[in-house]
């Protein structure tokens, strides 16, 4: 167990830049954060992406499914659109996400979300997973899901990587089932975790990371609790109350 909790900007430093954009992810390094999580999914032509929702309404200047765009039209966005006082920022690629990483604090820790909107998610692992391990990050780069099967597809296809069971309810001893797949950790809602729940993961080996807190008083408490990542909006608040305590 390290010293304190981790503090991940979650899908970059999006309390304060774009959300999953090379601009967030740069800022919350220069910030000095342990890492960040971000969101993989694939375009029509199966180039896996960095963006959340199923579709690009919400981020960007376009419409439509993520999944029915070429990665032409999806690079043609503004993934800044709801900051129209930033410069324009694309969506990125996972490889650009990557060498961002290498070049800048490839000894960090990272956590790739697989959003599973389709039926292709064999095709989104089997599209990521060899950049990924081209990149030699080891066991610095966790990848969760809240779509179990394709952890254990994951688990099957490439063991050595470390796998976050993704919760958002709040159920009963989850490290059960963290356990008996061989999972590195459980990443929780932080409204369900308790003092004994970190308590039992790490009796049982597991790890617990929780999503998203941003309100000091919940960072403090979680950080004391033992929470071994605390993914958040706002990581200056959160690296301020780790380093406080
Ligand atoms: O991985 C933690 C968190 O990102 C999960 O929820 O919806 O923000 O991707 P969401
Ligand atoms: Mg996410």
Redesign the pocket.
């Known amino acids: 167990m390290q010293n304190r909790s981790l503090i991940l900007a979650?899908?970059g430093w999006s309390g304060r830049y774009p959300e999953n954009t090379l601009l967030a992810f740069n800022e919350s390094l220069t910030l000095g954060v342990d890492g960040f999580?971000f969101?993989v999914q694939l375009s029509a032509d199966q180039v896996p992406v960095i963006l959340?929702d199923p579709t690009v309404n919400r981020t960007t200047n376009g419409s439509g499914r993520v999944s029915e765009k070429s990665l032409e039209e999806l690079r043609s966005l503004n993934a800044a659109h709801v900051w129209p006082h930033l410069p324009a920022q694309p969506i990125p690629l996972l490889g650009e996400v990557l060498n961002l990483i290498a070049q800048r604090n490839p000894s960090g820790f990272y956590?790739i979300?697989v959003?599973v909107y389709n039926e292709d998610w064999r095709e989104v692992i089997d599209r990521f997973m060899p950049t990924l391990l081209h990149q030699s990050f080891g066991e610095r780069v966790l990848i969760?899901s809240?779509y179990h099967p394709c952890l254990y597809y994951l688990r099957d296809q490439f063991p050595n990587t470390p796998v976050g069971l993704?919760y958002?309810e709040n159920v009963k001893n989850p490290w059960r089932d963290a356990m008996a797949m061989g999972a590195y950790s459980v990443?929780m809602d932080y409204h369900f975790i308790t003092k004994k729940l970190v308590d039992d993961c790490h009796e049982a080996g597991v790890k617990v990371c929780a999503?998203?807190v941003d309100d000091a008083n919940n960072l403090r408490t979680l950080a004391q609790w033992g929470v071994d990542v605390l993914?958040s909006n706002h990581p200056d608040i959160a690296l301020q109350t780790v380093r406080d305590l």
Do not use: A, P, V, Y
Request: proline share 0%; hydrophobic share 25%; charged share 40%.
């Open positions: 979650h899908r999580e969101d959340h956590n979300e959003k969760s809240f993704l958002e990443n999503w998203t993914i």
